[in-house]
């Protein structure tokens, strides 16, 4: 026998001061520039609907193009890097004592650093004239100089992102590996497992969940980076390390085209919604699919 | 097969090297020095309160600790310093330990797999194993959806499936599974000890899982092994009175004595007991004698004193009477009453074999 429960929806009265917060940070601004996307803003107080114009031009356009793959290549790079980097790191760390808490503080600066201060520190030390970094290179006979070579550009603005956020991906190793019961290493031991099948049979797996905040966090965060590159290389030389946002701030601020931005910003939103989908469902995965036993 | 000898092994967390002879004895041990002698095939239980020094035992013989004094020999091998891959014991942890993102298959495996087994050999024994273990339906199966019993299992075939296996060690095995599965899996753990002949030694802190689990119990508290014997030894005759205390629902009932005139006495009656020495002089006396070998009489005899019935509880089976003897309260359970005994004085007889004499805290012989 079942009894109905009496159906009480109150409760829901307790989401609304959340939904209405959502809506002023999120969703109202978002409607605008969905508003902005498909008018043409003649002046402040005359405007013309023109449907999907904007957005066909926007995905015509060859600029966007060459900036996308710019950032695909650019947060591809800094997942590659970064996250092997932060593990390997975390792994190098000592397990507790006051090493570790000095390591923690040590690693945890560049954290502190604001944006632009990271991008101005860079400037200033990789510059070939008067910088540590690239006074030092071109005495060694190194042909660097990032105003120049998109591919020193392109180098320092990586290393640049590398120092600022890898210790980020280290802490968060760092967590997950101290959560790790010690009875998985003992057990190790006993089954004589090497140092390399304890990382890849019970630490790996085990990172797994803050590996997944750590990609997904990288992954948006690069790609929407805009101060460090604006400040180190203001997007050159030429358009070489002119990643989306810089591209959507020259269009919507430097031109003032505000129907092709908000159009650009749309895609743009869509775009990092649709690969954090996919890298959250492929990395939710990883490791989980059954395979036929040998 | 194997015999385990613990030659004077004592550890302390606290001081990682050797400590000087002399010094030993300002050392905080949480194993004090001991030797013990685990024999061959024998089934053991380790009992005792939460940081008595179980687990520190367990895994000084395994190897995972080395101990800070002692020699460990395994069949008269010296054993002390090598690692616990090279020593043929293995280990069953609290919380199931497996490794997720393989099959069953290969979590059986992987012992083998690092010892450079052969893969049709792997498969053989794997299947031997796994069939014992009732986990040949599950072996294609990825360990991590597995129940905590079915995951168990897993860290128990990872060490009976290396052929040189001579003994087990189990850390509280059961802890995190269902009752109803308990005694299926402990069942099963006495079939595999029979049937591999192997030597298993079980920590736990629950004296039922230990009585029907082992030939031998071992009574551990504050790091020192206090009594080893067979259960009946341990109810009948503990060693220690913290023995009479852990062993036994409720535990034995210890009475303030002294001794005068070459006999114990209980406010000046002489209680006449099971030990046959003298105590030492100045210790601190006691008669213990269990609630289930208390009697009780409306009439004073030998080996008797005068008590107040208190309460009583009629527990179907048994009766539980409270008495008042002088300052201390004394639990009498009686078995087969025909009349519940009723409030008010009353003798309670000792009976000499049951009761017996302890010296600061240790059974005078």
Known sequence: MTTAKPVNQRAWWLVLPVLISVAFSALIPLMTVVNYSVQDILSPSQSVYVGMEWYKEVLRDSDLHSALVRQLLFSGAVLAVEIPLGVALALAMPAAGWRSSLVLVLLAMPLLVPWNVVGTIWQIFSRADIGLLGYTLTRFGVDYNYAQSSVAAWCTVLIMDVWHWTPLVALLAYAGLRAIPEAYYQAARIDGASRWAVFRYIQLPKLRGVLMIAVLLRFMDSFMIYTEPFVLTGGGPGTSTTFLSQYLTQK?????????????SMVYFLIILLLCFVLYNYIKDVGTADRSSS | MARIELVDVGHSYSASASAPAGQSDALDWALLPMTMTWADGGAYALLGPSGCGKT?????????????????LLDGRDVTLLAPEHRNIAQVFQFPVVYDTMTVFDNLAFPLRNRQWRTPEVRTRVHEIAEILELLPDLGRRARGLS?????????????????????????????????????????????????????????????????????????????????GTAQELFEAPAHRFVGHFIGTPGMNFLDCEWRDGAARIAGTQIVTASGGIPPAGAKLLIGIRPEFVEL??????????????????????TMVQLQLGPAAVWAKLRNTRHVPELGPVFAHLPPVRCALYADERRVA
């Open chain 1, 252 to 264: 919507a601020v430097g031109q003032f085209d505000l129907g092709p931005a908000a159009a650009f």
């Open chain 2, 297 to 318: 009489h409306d009439h004073a005899s030998a080996n008797s004193v005068p008590a107040r019935i208190c309460a009583v509880r009629d527990l179907g089976a048994s």
């Open chain 2, 148 to 228: 905590a019993d079915a995951k168990q299992k897993i860290s128990l075939g990872r060490g009976l499936v290396r052929p040189d296996v001579a003994a087990v060690l189990f850390d509280e095995p059961l802890t995190v599974i269902d009752p109803h599965l308990k005694w299926l899996l402990r069942r099963k753990l006495k079939q595999i000890h029979q049937q591999l002949r192997l030597s298993l030694i079980y920590v736990t802190h629950d004296q039922t899982e230990a009585l029907t689990f082992a030939d031998q119990i071992v009574l551990m508290t504050k790091g020192e092994v206090v009594q080893a």
């Open chain 2, 56 to 72: 520190t035992l367990l895994n000084i013989i395994s190897g995972l600790i080395a101990p800070t004094r002692g020699q460990i």
